[in-house]
DNA sequence: CCACATGATTTAGGAATGAC
DNA sequence: GTCATTCCTAAATCATGTGG
């Protein structure tokens, strides 16, 4: 074998971070080393990775094509390691969710979860990260082996990640009891001409919650008229309390606020509005036992 | 255009290691 | 102990971007 596995994890660096001297930054290396470490990569392969621009380093159609593979072969000897070093600490779970799972659904699955495995609750669970990010963003921390597990709520269509369809989420669409649409028509159908004209509270593209939205509605409704664009479904939540607008959100986040009467049902005619959450992972990512029990856990569990 | 900053590459050489 | 090899650093050099 022309490679090492040190080169691949300093190629990894280097197109993570678009530059030696950052990934030499990244793994306590100098910039120099990065450099001749990448210069020696090259060689054996005698391919170049990136192409040179001015100063820049950019990953070319060979680096882009080996990229993945780096990362697995580098992720799967990390974890390799892990099993050898630190065999009676388990080794830390990351887990990705999007921001609706993340904050309503995951805390509930990781109390069963360790319930079940006989952890006793707040005091002695064992390690594991979670990473809270819109959809998107989950995607590209999966597929860069970031996290182990993403949980999201929209859907995945790459080639590299592994999507097992997990739950069926409900949205809703929400407002408060003063608002002119819930005052006009209550529980009645409202019509599509109407929600045009309303001002619509919107999370950002990338969203899932925002794509599932315009995925059901757009056929319908010629625009969704915005002021006010949120990251993060809290907000949109109490501006739509506030009366500040129309916002389509999940059954999860709003029905603290139903129950209370805070926010009231919109009824239109496109009937239930839903999508599906899915669980990710890495095609090329070693599954851990860790992983394996979570995974099997929440498929059966919810 | 020029001076400066930044970043990649090259060069010289040190430390660790293994074969003999 | 000596030599070769590998992996690394520091410093010098080269190339390019940027601001005045």
Redesign the pocket.
Known sequence: MRI?L?QLEIFVAIAKRG???AAGEDI??????I?????ELERALNQQLFD??????LLNDHGRAMLSQAMSLVNGAESLEQTFLDEKAPSMLVIGASLTIGNYLLPRLLRHFWQQQGYTLGDSVPPLQVLIANTADIINKVANFEVDIGLVEGPCHRNDIAVTQWLEDELLLVAAPTHPIVLEYGPNLVPAKRLEKANWLLRESGSGTREALERALLPHVTQLKSSLEFNDHEAIKQSAIEGLGIACLSKLVVEDALGVGKLVKLNTQFGVLSRQFSILTHRQKQLTSGMQRFISHATANI
């Open positions: 090492s040190r530059s030696t001297t306590a290396l100098s910039q120099s080393a450099s001749a470490s990448l210069a040179r621009v001015g100063k820049r380093l």
